[in-house]
């Protein structure tokens, strides 16, 4: 039997949608809907209920697709795994990320990976919201902040650190706030994201945790918008160190209360990555994520150090 046609069957089976495979694809959805249709007249059983609002699978379908979906895995990773022995890396590798992290972190490191892997194609989804790798078709997700979502496979590149900062012109107008209690007196620049809160959480040298409240003028979903804000002296942020450092180090944010740990949604925030929860992972796909394991960590490092020079 065609192995391209089960692992399309296998595609519709994931993402309920003849259009939606078809899109992922690249393709016509009348080409899905021939191939479905030869596959169950070779196999003489209905593997879909079709109507105009919904696809639903048949008892027969499901049963099929339990048996076949490991076989087909199992198939598909053998042909990988033969074609990528002796080749040089080459193909298409999907990427999604958050857009301001890979402006200011990822698309420096883009030009050598070309350099090196010539024969790779990249695409790069620059969203915030979480894609399905599925359904999408993503070989890698760079994610930013806690991990939500533990159904693919995952690894943690570095962790993340949120720093409380302002311009100094606001500080020299507004004064320095030394305990949490003081945020009340001052303008904050708000974040109002999904996962972060409208308050900031304090953790002190001994671990107690203080939660205040803020308020401010502006709420805006862009972390970069913000950040400009702050430089032009509009009042307090919570923004992370990799989108910061460099305008610490060199005097156009100051940090405030750093005898303190804060954040806006929990102490367990980095930078991960996830891939799709499959056996095998490809040749590209490795090599994407080693690269990025290496030169994110190192760059990361050098900024720390440039950081504490600073200070």
Partial sequence: MDLSALELFIDVMQQHSFAAVARSRNIDPSSVSRVIAKLERDLNIRLFQR?????????????????????????????????????????????????????????????????????????????????????????????????????????????????????????????????????????????????????????????????????????ITNSAAIRNCAVANMGLTLLPDWLIEKDIAIGQLVRLFSRYTVTATDFNSGVWLLYPSQGFISRKTQIWIDYLGDNLRSNIHDIDRDMRVAQ
């Fill in 51 to 219: 109507s105009t609002r919904k696809l639903q699978p048949t008892e027969a379908g499901q049963l099929y697709f339990d048996r076949v979906f490991p076989a087909v895995t199992e198939l598909t990773v053998a042909r990988q795994q033969a074609m990528e022995v002796s080749q040089t890396p080459r193909g298409t590798l999907r990427v999604t990320a958050p857009g301001v992290f890979a402006e200011k972190q990822l698309t420096p490191l883009l030009p050598e990976f070309a350099r090196r892997y010539p024969e790779l194609r990249v695409e790069l989804l620059l969203v915030d919201a979480y894609l399905d790798l599925i359904a999408e078709r993503i070989d890698v997700a760079i994610r930013v902040g806690a991990l939500r979502d533990s159904t693919y496979r995952f690894q943690k590149l570095r962790s993340i650190e949120f720093f409380i900062c302002a311009g100094p012109g606001y500080l020299a107008e507004h004064g320095v706030p030394e305990r949490p209690e003081e945020i009340v007196d001052h303008r904050c620049l708000l974040f109002p994201r999904r996962d972060h809160s409208l308050s900031w959480l304090f953790r002190d040298e001994a671990g107690a945790i203080t939660e205040m409240p803020i308020q401010g003028q502006y709420l």
